[in-house]
């Protein structure tokens, strides 16, 4: 009973004294209850206070903030550098996976299941470039490269209800994180600008690189070896590698995400997991449990057992990408 | 000439304006060369003016930030621990390295110069424990463990001129990284405390670890593997792969520093390189290019080229550690 008028209060003071906060997102259990744990967890002499310095969020990208339907943004990329560097590469023409990429076969590609394909092609796209170099590459494209579907560019395919929920922890002190399946130097370029998260606080997939100098020019190049997976069991060994705490708040979308979010949630203290799940066939694409793409199985299951939010994005989120709300 | 009146009138603001800054450094040029630095690197208008997202400092830490003399700290722990644990490890008493351990027999372990020793010694106490029950055991240790020299505690041989620069460019905006070939599990526990430098913060050699569920309990547990060694040329790759962004300050006091000054230096807008040169054979120890800990030779010759700082302790710092400093 004190729990609850606990919780009554917050709900209150917040639509009483902040302007309407996530707009974009209905007025629904998975919205209150974020309301009330950042309230709880961020107001002084509350049971469940947070220090500041203890604020950490951590958030999947793919997904969770922004699109990964028809296929991983990153593979958009990197299918589209294939096409870019096939002239220096006659040998691609013959050689799979990259007669796939040329010859648009996704399907055979994606049907073959082999994960060193995927290996081979972000290697021989990411690698013998200096990190300087390869962002630019990343923002060139960014600047043209359009999803099939909606034919917006990619960093407008980002989801509205997530851009309001990471600009409202940051304002109550909470330092948001991505942890990532996608590639730490294919984020950076542009996660400052999209999602205000500087490139210090990215974690995600990485290749090997070497530090040499260059006429007189140190640089860092990457080498064609993947040195890390930024996916299931890894993403809780890189918080903890890289932030060294336990996150108070793990957002994301798919079964990878399940050991991040058991690995946060099973910290002492109050602690908030909540999965993206993608019900809305409509606005944005419908998918769960037999995706070959951002598969939710293991976790969902698990999310009711562990009080986890499951955000059913059709019944509650008002809008999902930016463009809804300006056509209000 | 523009610029030595711009150099001045920062100097004569600092005095005039602030309390005395780093007052543990002489009056010297490095003292002078730091200050003008971060005037002009964070006085909105300078034509060195670095946003505030960008001022990123990054510090060695053995013989830069705390003492390294006569071993190496992490070396202390590690023995202790061989110590603690031999118990359990009734093989160690004929085994190398943990005999000469056992035996006190430090000399014959270091003339061996095997590297394999010291990785071997460090995963036998580093690793089968999770990373919180590590944390309470250096936590404990150094609340007891003193200095062979001194006998202070490890944590009291840091130096004070640096713990004043810290604070100074923490209070400019800028974020202090540590970046040490020392183990990162090791330095989290005591450098928020310390320095002021949280968990985040502090990049460091790794070992391997898995994330597994023990009893519903999610832990993740150190492995008997290295995975990174933080040292050398994988220093500026750890800035890159952590940080993302080109430092703009690297200190440091060895030869393993210099590909992290190199990386730094050469990046484009003010840039400052440093170096602090073991000097001063009364109040600590004095070496450099024979030391086999902490060899500063390279990138002693490096410095005049580069217009790095070079700090000669015994000259330009008026306390060293402190305690010096209580003792006025």
Redesign the interface.
């Known amino acids: 009973m004190k729990k609850l008028i606990v919780s009554l209060f917050f709900i209150v003071s917040f639509s009483v004294f902040a302007s309407e906060p996530l707009p974009s997102w209905h007025d629904a259990s998975s919205k209150q209850a974020l309301l009330s744990f950042i309230e709880k967890t961020t107001t002084a002499g509350s049971v469940d206070f947070v220090p500041n310095?203890e604020r950490?969020a951590v958030f999947d990208n793919d997904g969770t903030l922004w699109s990964e339907q028809p296929i991983y943004v990153q593979l958009a990329f990197t299918f589209d550098r294939i096409k870019a560097l096939s002239s220096q590469h006659p040998e691609w023409k013959t050689t799979q996976p990259f007669q796939a990429v040329l010859d648009g076969d996704l399907n055979t590609l994606l049907a073959s299941g082999n994960e060193g394909f995927l290996i081979q092609l972000i290697t021989a796209t990411h690698a013998g470039i200096s990190?300087d170099a390869f962002r630019e590459t990343v923002q060139a494209w960014l600047k043209t490269a359009r999803h099939p579907k909606t034919g917006r560019l990619y960093t407008e395919m980002v989801y509205q209800p997530m851009l309001e929920l990471l600009a409202l922890l940051e304002s109550r002190g909470y330092?948001n994180y991505i942890v990532s399946g996608g590639g730490?130097?294919f984020m950076?370029p542009w996660t400052?600008i999209v999602y205000n998260i500087?490139?210090?606080r990215?974690i995600g997939s990485?290749i090997k690189?070497?530090?040499?100098?260059v006429d007189g020019?140190?640089q860092?190049i990457g080498l064609p070896e993947m040195q890390f997976i930024d996916d299931k069991?890894?993403k809780?060994?890189a918080i903890?590698?890289?932030?060294?705490?336990r996150p108070v708040i793990a957002v994301g979308n798919s079964d990878g995400d399940l050991?991040m979010l058991?690995?946060t949630t099973?910290g002492k203290g109050p602690r908030l997991g909540m999965l993206i799940h993608h019900t809305d066939d409509v606005r944005e694409v419908a998918y769960d449990r037999n995706s070959s793409i951002g598969r939710l199985n293991k976790a969902l299951d698990q999310a009711p057992l562990k009080g986890w939010i499951v955000v059913d994005m059709k019944h509650q989120w008002r809008d999902i990408f930016p463009a809804d709300l300006q056509q209000k």
Request: avoid cysteine; charge should be negative.
């Open positions: 310095s950490i990190t330092k730490i130097e950076r400052e500087p490139p210090e990215v990485s690189s070497k530090f040499e100098i020019e140190p860092i069991e890894n809780p060994i903890q590698e890289r932030i060294g705490r050991a058991l690995w099973a």
